[in-house]
């Protein structure tokens, strides 16, 4: 009987413990809409020594073709007091993971629903020896809306820290989704 109460008393306090850690983090800062003319500023972020600033990406992608997402480079300088602490260039959604709070949605346009009826009419009807003809790879649609972590900068110092950053790039499917991009802060 002993060993079932502590048995039950380990799960209770291990459960505790799983459900109060966050893994992704504490929001420091809400989701800001990056400007790829305009260095976007976070001041005061109070952080101790031993925390990690998390620098995560948001994405809210629309008509994607075959998922390609485009990369962006994000500038950032973090600063405590008026002095540099890190100053570097990190690149933005150039692969696929760490990605969190992913929603997905493939597209269906009218014509392709149609078309596929017709095909499918069509393929019935001609049963017969023919070799297929090889079709050209299909471009799918989606819409995909996901988080994405940037870059972890551990902190060494206690203090208010600064955070300057801006995001740019040379791809033009990037330039016309710079509206959809945004940056979030979290510390852990």
Not at 171 to 178: D, G, I
Request: contains cysteine; hydrophobic residues 35%.
């Amino acid at each position: 009987m002993l060993k079932i109460f502590q048995l039950f008393l380990t799960l209770i306090i291990f459960s505790i413990v799983i459900i109060s850690c966050n893994p992704v983090g504490e929001t420091v800062s809400e989701e800001k809409p990056l400007d790829d003319q305009l260095v976007n500023t976070t001041e005061n972020i109070d952080l101790k020594k031993g925390d990690v600033l998390v620098i995560w990406g948001k994405m809210d992608a629309s008509f994607l073709e075959n998922n390609n997402v485009p990369s962006f480079r994000l500038n950032y300088n973090l600063s405590l007091n008026g002095k540099t602490i890190e100053n570097s260039t990190v690149t933005m959604f150039a692969v696929n993971y760490k990605i969190i709070n992913s929603t997905h949605e493939v597209r269906k346009e009218e014509k392709e629903e149609e078309e596929q009826t017709e095909n499918e009419t069509s393929d019935d009807e001609n049963n017969s020896e023919e070799t297929p003809e090889e079709k050209p790879e299909k471009i799918v649609k989606s819409d995909w809306t996901f988080e994405q972590e940037v870059i972890q900068i551990p902190i060494e110092k206690d203090g208010k820290y600064t955070l300057d950053y801006k995001a740019s790039s040379d791809s033009e499917s990037a330039r016309s989704m710079f509206t959809k991009v945004a940056v979030i802060l979290r510390k852990k």
